[in-house]
C-alpha cells in the first residue's frame, strides 16, 4: 500500500515539474509574438499536424509571417521554434556570436519531412 502511495505521490510531483517548467518556458518567451497555443501540453502541434496533413506547412508558415511579422515564435510540447526573416535580426545573430550559448550538436534538422537549415551553423561548437 506505501508503495503505491509513493508511486502515485512521484507521478505527481513529475507531473506539477513538467507543467511549471512549460509554464515558465513560455511565460520567459512571451515577449515574441507568435500564435496562441491550441493545446497547453502539445502546444501549436495540432495546427502544424492539421497543415501537415494538407500538405501546407509552407503556406501556414507564411500565414503566421502576415499575421506576427518577420520574427515569431510557435511551440511543439516544451519546444520553442523561432522564426526569423528579417536580415538585420540574422546579422545581430551572426555578429554577437558570444552573446548566444553554443552547442555539442544540432538538433534534428528536418520537420515533417522537410529539410528546414543546413547540416552546420556557426553556433554549434
Known sequence: MYLICLLLIV?????????????RD???LSHIPGPKVDNFFE????TLTKWK????FFDLISQWRDSHGDQFIFW?????????????????????????????ELPNRFLYGQRIIGFESILSG
Do not use: S
Request: glycine fraction near 4%; aromatic fraction near 16%; charged fraction near 25%.
Open 76 to 104: 511543439t510540447h516544451m519546444v520553442p521554434f523561432m522564426f526569423v526573416f528579417g536580415a538585420d535580426c540574422l546579422h545581430e545573430i551572426a555578429t554577437n556570436i558570444t552573446d548566444y550559448r553554443k552547442v555539442d
Open 53 to 56: 496533413t494538407d500538405n501546407k
Open 43 to 46: 502546444g501549436n502541434r495540432p
Open 26 to 28: 513560455r511565460r520567459q
Open 11 to 23: 507521478c505527481a510531483a513529475f507531473f506539477a515539474h513538467r507543467c511549471w517548467r512549460i509554464f
